[in-house]
């Protein structure tokens, strides 16, 4: 399925476009709201069914019972061990819930779904081959246009804000705070009309590498971008939209509650602000040193970048997911080049990071339960 975005001038990339030519430029007209970014790639699963929303709130981290028709939210799909196996976008229609993941996520959370379908009275369908989304700022020209071509459903993304039942790690001021992408579903066969709207200069398009950069700014995690498979939902601080602490019973709850009351998440997600003096950016998975020892070969990591992009006002910044107990003001650096995610490689350009924390080291440990006194 060949996108019609691809055939916009200046386009680069093969499934959707990384970019149209100019980046940076592309941030800028997304974060205002004048540019939108062609997601068909990824993948799109309804379930139908009076039982639809029980259903899926039984078996996922978020409070989806009772969710009204045209409300968004994000939920986690666990493993029993507490590990991310699927972030979900969901928003009802009334009669359908629409389950948004990301990119080649769909057939394995349609196989997990129709596994545990027993007797319950709902349908399960992979609708990827004949919706695409979508994505826009608010604040410009995208949405209104995009809303008139009558999208088929509309996710707006919640991580502006701490959702009912969730807890916020970070402490301070949010940048997130005035996070406002929007997912719009368009029939697949409506995805040239929407292309039509860059053509005829109405807005403009930005790839993939603008979304990133903004999404990295704002914290906003991604599973196809930051989620491992160690990963569970407080290293990411997912805990303030996608979990709802207060819902009961689900896969992997048992961990989230243990984490979240007596433990420590073992990793935590940081910010890193680079040394942008090479012009150089690590690629995912580089790994990251504390100051002084990434030159050495058998020097051991503290931990690894998930994501990294050169931002419009803030240069270059990373996502990494760094071992908890890291001192917060630990200078670090990052190994560049292209074994750069091998630790018995040898160690290529270094790049100066600072930290700008996101889930500091005390995340966690809510309860304080007293030892009981050995005998």
């Not at 007209?29 to 068909?40: H, M, N």
């Not at 899926?56 to 978020?62: E, I, K, R």
């Not at 409300?71 to 969901?90: C, F, M, Q, W, Y």
């Not at 051991?300 to 910044?317: K, N, S």
């Amino acid at each position: 399925m060949t996108s019609p975005f691809l055939n916009l001038p200046g386009a680069v990339g093969e499934v959707v476009a990384s970019h149209y030519g100019a980046p940076v430029q592309e941030q800028r007209s997304l974060e205002a709201g004048d540019a939108l970014v062609d997601l068909s790639h990824h993948g799109i699963v309804t379930v139908s069914g009076v039982d639809r929303l029980t259903w899926l709130h039984s078996m996922t981290s978020q409070q989806l019972a009772g969710l009204r028709a045209g409300e968004s939210t994000e939920t986690l799909l666990l493993d029993p061990n507490g590990r991310i196996e699927h972030a979900i976008r969901v928003v009802d229609d009334g009669e359908t819930t629409w389950l948004l993941v990301d990119s080649d996520a769909a057939p394995a959370l349609c196989a997990f779904l129709n596994r545990m379908r027993f007797a319950l009275r709902v349908e399960i369908a992979d609708r990827t081959e004949d919706f695409a989304a979508v994505l826009a700022f608010a604040g410009g020209s995208a949405l209104p246009a995009l809303r008139e071509l009558q999208p088929a459903v509309i996710w707006e993304d919640p991580w502006a804000e701490i959702t009912a039942g969730g807890i916020q790690y970070s402490n301070g001021e949010h940048p997130g705070s005035a996070w406002s992408a929007t997912t719009l579903v368009f029939p697949r066969e409506s995805l040239d009309e929407v292309a039509g709207l860059v053509r005829s200069g109405i807005v403009r398009a930005a790839g993939t590498m603008a979304l990133d950069a903004l999404e990295i700014r704002a914290w906003r995690p991604s599973q196809t971008g930051d989620v491992d498979e160690r990963s569970i939902p407080h290293e990411f601080d997912w805990l303030r939209t996608a979990v709802h602490l207060n819902k009961g019973c689900y896969r992997g709850q048992e961990t989230v509650a243990k984490v979240h009351n007596l433990g420590h998440p073992p990793r935590r997600l940081t910010l890193l602000h680079l040394d942008g003096s090479d012009g150089e950016l690590p690629v995912p998975g580089a790994l990251v040193f504390k100051a002084g020892e990434g030159g050495d070969a058998g020097a051991r990591p503290v931990g690894r970048i998930t994501r990294a992009a050169l931002h419009h006002e803030w240069g270059g910044i990373a996502l990494a997911l760094l071992k908890r107990a890291l001192p917060s003001d630990t200078p670090l650096e990052v190994r560049g080049g292209d074994e750069a995610a091998d630790a018995n490689a040898a160690p290529g350009a270094l790049i100066a990071a600072a930290q700008e924390i996101i889930v500091p080291s005390d995340a966690g440990a809510t309860r304080d339960i007293p030892k009981l006194k050995r005998l």
